[in-house]
């Protein structure tokens, strides 16, 4: 199975906001408000600065996608990238779409100097996908996520993202 990795485009916000949706309901059981998420994905697709989506696609059709943001490490002198939005379909899990995906990313990180680390957060009882990003090298950071909601947008348990 040949999987291809592509940045997204404004074209794409569609399909973005469709698996943003579907990775809401399934890992968190959130319904996303179209019209946030919408703009979310929007300026995102406008403006690198706040990050950059990547897709996986198959024959053609979309199959996955993750998002990275950018975060300074004064610690560290560098950049660690967030991998975010992190989502394939549930008909090609399994099969070669995520690794493509963090590979490619992986692959943008090493050639960059001034970027220390790649990371993520993931749902504490998600273990299949704790078990894939372990595939893929990656390891338990030692962290916990604490937040606390500052817009006028619901709480974080009704939307965090």
């Known amino acids: 199975m040949t999987i291809n990795v592509r940045k997204a485009n404004q074209k794409d916000a569609v399909s973005i906001v469709k698996m943003n949706k579907a990775l809401a309901l399934e890992?968190?059981?959130?319904?996303?408000?179209?019209?946030?998420?919408?703009?979310?994905?929007a300026h995102c697709l406008k403006d690198s600065a706040k990050g950059s989506y990547f897709l996986a696609e198959y024959e053609g059709v979309v199959i996955g996608q993750l998002m990275f943001t950018f975060e300074w490490s004064?610690?560290?002198?560098?950049?660690?990238?967030?991998?975010?939005?992190v989502y394939?379909?549930?008909?090609?899990?399994?099969?070669?779409?995520?690794?493509?995906?963090?590979h490619?990313?992986?692959?943008?990180?090493?050639?960059?100097?001034?970027?220390?680390?790649?990371?993520?957060y993931v749902e504490m009882?998600?273990?299949?996908?704790?078990?894939?990003?372990?595939?893929?090298?990656m390891q338990h950071a030692g962290y916990e996520v604490f937040q606390k909601s500052c817009n006028h947008q619901p709480d974080s348990k009704t939307n965090n993202s």
């Open 27 to 41: 890992t968190e059981s959130i319904t996303l408000d179209d019209q946030v998420i919408s703009l979310g994905v």
């Open 74 to 85: 004064d610690w560290r002198n560098g950049w660690i990238w967030w991998l975010q939005s």
């Open 88 to 102: 394939v379909d549930p008909d090609f899990r399994g099969k070669g779409a995520f690794k493509s995906l963090f």
């Open 104 to 120: 490619h990313v992986e692959m943008l990180a090493l050639a960059q100097l001034d970027v220390v680390a790649i990371r993520l």
């Open 125 to 137: 009882h998600n273990l299949p996908a704790k078990e894939v990003y372990q595939k893929v090298g």
